[in-house]
């Protein structure tokens, strides 16, 4: 499903893609010294600002690192931002990971418990476990990091995943027009409050 990014733009929903590579191919003549040469010639910075954000209205993705992107095979890292009162999608996979909190306050339900969280904080999803993130602020977006080994899982053929409830595709009844916040995020002072559109990055 194709999305307006805000700027007039149409990109398909990072979920929704059918070309999504999680592990490379080393094929054809394999050379070391090639190799290095390769992965030096790579940067080793990924502009936040050249990296859109994806999916949406509740929930944003901006994907950083993957196999597809030829510098690393083992990693999945990407960015989430989750609008104000909004929610991602409830699912389960093999692979762990961890949410390290960058701002905001939300909420896991893993396995059916829940688990509350604020900036600072990480947020470990174990193996196996049905899981859902929840901003439980309905004025204030909140951000999160996430680090996990999905590449590796996937090579080694322990693929089980299951959507138990997709990404709601409706705003949160709070939310109004939020999107994603771009780099580089205001400092914030959190001994003060937050107006609606201070938090709406307006």
């Not at 590579?21 to 290095?36: D, K, M, P, S, W």
């Not at 699912?91 to 949410?99: D, P, R």
């Not at 470990?124 to 476990?129: D, E, G, S, W």
Request: charged share 25%; with cysteine.
């Amino acid at each position: 499903m194709a999305s307006d990014n805000g700027n007039g733009e149409k990109r398909l929903d990072y979920h929704g893609q059918t070309d999504r590579v999680f592990v490379r191919a080393i094929a054809g003549e394999y050379n070391l010294t090639q190799e290095l040469a390769r992965l030096r010639s790579l940067p080793r910075v990924i502009k936040g600002r050249q990296t859109p954000f994806h999916s949406g209205p509740q929930q944003f993705s901006k994907h950083y690192l993957e196999p597809k992107d030829g510098l690393g095979q083992t990693l999945h890292i990407h960015l989430e931002e989750y609008a104000p009162g909004g929610k991602s999608q409830k699912h389960g996979h093999v692979n762990e990971a961890v949410f390290y909190i960058l701002d905001g306050e939300g909420a896991e339900v893993h396995d059916g418990v829940r688990y509350e969280w604020e900036a600072g904080d990480a947020a470990i999803v174990h193996n196996n476990c049905v899981h859902q993130h929840f901003n439980r602020n309905p004025d204030r977006p909140a951000r999160a990091l996430v680090m996990k080994t999905k590449p590796m899982y996937v090579f080694m053929n322990m693929l089980f995943q299951k959507m138990i409830e997709k990404t709601p595709k409706d705003p949160s009844p709070t939310q109004g027009d939020f999107r994603p916040r771009e780099e580089p995020l205001p400092d914030h002072d959190h001994d003060h409050d937050h107006t609606h559109e201070h938090a709406h990055g307006e």
